[in-house]
Every structure is written in C-alpha cells, then in structure tokens.
C-alpha cells in the first residue's frame, strides 16, 4: 500500500504537467484554427475615387492578401429602386468604387491601424473602414483567454515538478544504502542513479498512458455530445499521434532532470 502511494505521489504532479502540456497543444492547435476562420470572415472595406488594382494595393501593404471589388450596380441595385436607365447610370457615374480586402493573418489592431494608414496615403482612397471596435474586443478577449492559460499552465508546471523533485529525494533516501554500496565500488553516478532512473521511467510511461488514454476518450467519446461548436467543430485537434510522442519525451526530460537535481544535490552536500 505505501508502495502504491508513493507511485501515485510521483504520478499524479507528472500527469498534471502531461495535462498542462497536452491542453497547451489542443488549445494551440484549436486557436489557429479559431484565427484562420476569424481570419477570413474578417475585411476591410476602402472607397475610392478611381478603380485600384490589387498590385497597387499589396504594394501598399504586403498583408493584404486579396482584394474584391464591389459591384456597383448591384449597391444601386439594392439602395435606389424603380429609376430610369439615364439616372442608373448618372448615379453610377457619382459613386466611387468600393473594395473589401482581406488580410493574409489575424492581426492586432496597431497592424490595422497601420495597414488603414498605408492604404490612406494612396491619393485615390477617401475613406478606410477597418471595423476596429469589434475586431478589437474580439482579439483582446482572444489573447486574455490564451495568457490566462499560459499562466496557469506554468504555475501547475512549477508545483507539480517541485512535487516530483520531492518524491524523488524520498526514493533517493529509500535506495540510499544501496547507492552508496555501489559508490565504494566506484561506480559511476549514471550506474548508482538507475534504480531511482528505472522507477521513474515506469512512472512516465504509465502517466503517458493515462493522459493519452484520457484525451483519446475526449477525442472520440465526449466531444461529439458535449454540444460546444467550437470543440465538435475540432475533433481532430484535440488528440493526435504526434502528440504520444511529445508526452513520452516530455516525462522522461521532467525524470531526467528530477533524478539529477536530487542526485547532484545531494553529492554537492556530501563534498562540502
């Protein structure tokens, strides 16, 4: 039972930093996914004076990625109704062109307001609607969402591998006897840390399994019913193959620099 214990007091800080890295990938992924469709639902609109070719415009601004000229009849069309052919076209001949552009990444507003101020240097532009306000809120809340996991991310990350550190002085202690057997013999420091290296390893590799197992349940099982567009919308970001490897080599890095530290420490008190 104390053996047990022990296991779960290593496993469980391990499995939270595998969670906090997992969540890190899937919110990753599902954010550059959210960016693009923010992305190309997202236009500026520019009225000028006289017609502008999409070259002028991307030599104004290598962001701007596509530029759509806005028929000018279907604008009459759909604002002045039931007026003779000759008015059509004296109205027609009044209107300046309008262009909606659309951007080659989702940007901050100061990239906006320097885009909006490029193209308003061009001398045929009168006017530049870049919807700000909205684009605005829409970013702010975007990148508040993705600093407040960052944060939290690293906060678990720190306590749960000061944790780990913790559980391993106390394997450290269990095998002390043993470790400094193996030291009279002159054994090298690689060869005396290979019991606390085997238990750990084993650890990592069951932790990997189960966070795996865990995501892999929310990929397939529970995300298809949870009825939250943006996750049923992203299935396939929320777990992938890749993502096995990059647990299995994080936990041997976190066990790696957990064995040393309490190794080397604890040889450094002994010299001094």
């Not at 028929?71 to 039931?82: F, L, P």
């Not at 290296?197 to 099982?221: E, M, R």
């Not at 936990?251 to 309490?262: E, K, Q």
Request: charged share 20%; hydrophobic share 45%.
């Amino acid at each position: 039972m104390k053996s047990i214990k022990n296991h779960l007091m290593f496993i469980l800080p391990l499995m939270a930093i595998l969670l906090g890295i997992e969540f890190f990938l899937v919110f990753d992924r599902t954010t550059n996914s959210y960016e693009k469709s923010l992305k190309e639902g997202y236009s500026m609109l520019v009225i000028a004076n006289k017609p502008i070719e999409f070259a002028t415009f991307k030599s104004l601004n290598t962001h701007i990625k596509i530029s759509q000229t806005l028929k000018r009849d279907s604008i009459i069309k759909s604002v002045v109704k039931d007026i003779g052919e000759s008015s059509r076209e004296e109205i027609k001949d009044a209107l300046p062109y309008f262009y909606t552009l659309k951007l080659d990444s989702y940007l901050d507003t100061g990239e906006l307001d320097k885009i909006k101020k490029d193209i308003e240097y061009y001398k045929s532009v009168k006017r530049v609607e870049t919807f700000g306000e909205s684009y605005n809120d829409s970013y702010r809340l975007f990148s508040f969402i993705q600093f407040i996991l960052q944060i939290f991310i690293l906060f678990i990350g720190i306590v749960s591998l000061l944790l780990i550190i913790k559980q391993m002085e106390i394997w450290k202690y269990a095998h002390q006897e043993r470790m400094q057997i193996m030291e009279i013999f002159g054994a090298p420091l690689m060869l005396r840390s290979g019991v606390l290296f085997k238990i750990a390893l084993i650890d990592a590799i069951f932790s990997t399994i189960f966070v795996s197992s865990l995501f892999l349940y929310i990929k397939y099982d529970w995300a298809k019913n949870c009825g939250i567009n943006i996750i049923m919308q992203n299935r396939e970001e929320l777990f992938m193959i890749t993502d096995i490897a990059m647990l299995l080599a994080s936990s041997l890095i976190i066990v790696v620099v957990s064995v040393y530290s309490v190794v080397f420490t604890s040889y450094q008190g002994i010299d001094k």
